[in-house]
Structure formats: structure tokens, C-alpha cells
Nanobody, 119 residues
């Protein structure tokens, strides 16, 4: 079982910045990939960014160039630096993690953190 604890959401004006953090703890052999999804009201949950334990990253086209995902492998923590925020970035941001215990890999989700960008 893996527990994900998120922090860093809040209210910010358009053009501002926020940094989200998500720490994984529990029983696992290794973390394969961590990242963030977001869900705006009335919309589906979409991938924002992900990063593998080897450092390979993947971004949604809408955030390329103004969001940066990173991971501290020693602390099993993933970060999302969000710059030049826009009102359309408003959503609940969910941390996710694919972690392995021996040969079994499972996906885990955080509880979500609200990000609100005012115009």
C-alpha cells in the first residue's frame, strides 16, 4: 500500500506561480513513475505531467513551457512548478504514482489539491 500526501495548492492571480508537492510513503520496492492529473468542474481528469524514476518527463501540450515536473528519488517526492498560471489552469490537481512491490505494479492516487487562478 502506498500513501500519497499532496501540498501546495491555493489561490493565485493570473500570471502567478504555485509549486505542488506530493510525497509517497508505504510499502513498495520502487517507484516507476509519478506525476499529476487535473480535473476541472464538469470535465474529465487529464494528465498534466509525469516523470519516471529515470527522469523522463511527459507534459500535456497545454502546460508545456510553463509547468515543470521534477522528482526527488531519495524522498519519493514529486513536484510540479507552475508558472504563468492562467484561469484555465483552475482545477483539482491529483498526484499519482505507479509503484512496484516485488513484481506487482499498482497505481495510487492522492486526495487532490485545489488550484484556483483568478483573472
Amino acid at each position: 500500500q502506498v500513501r500519497l500526501v499532496e501540498s501546495g495548492g491555493g489561490l493565485v492571480q493570473a500570471g502567478g506561480s504555485l509549486r505542488l508537492s506530493c510525497a509517497a510513503s508505504g510499502s513498495f520496492t520502487r517507484i516507476n513513475v509519478m506525476g499529476w492529473y487535473r480535473q476541472a468542474p464538469g470535465k474529465q481528469r487529464d494528465l498534466v505531467a509525469s516523470i519516471t524514476s529515470g527522469g523522463s518527463t511527459n507534459y500535456a501540450d497545454s502546460v508545456k513551457g510553463h509547468f515543470t515536473v521534477s522528482m526527488d528519488n531519495r524522498e519519493n517526492t514529486v513536484f510540479l512548478q507552475m508558472n504563468s498560471l492562467k484561469p484555465e489552469d483552475t482545477a483539482v490537481y491529483y498526484c499519482f504514482c505507479n509503484a512496484a512491490y516485488n513484481l506487482i505494479s499498482l497505481a495510487y492516487w492522492g486526495q487532490g489539491t485545489q488550484v484556483t487562478v483568478s483573472s
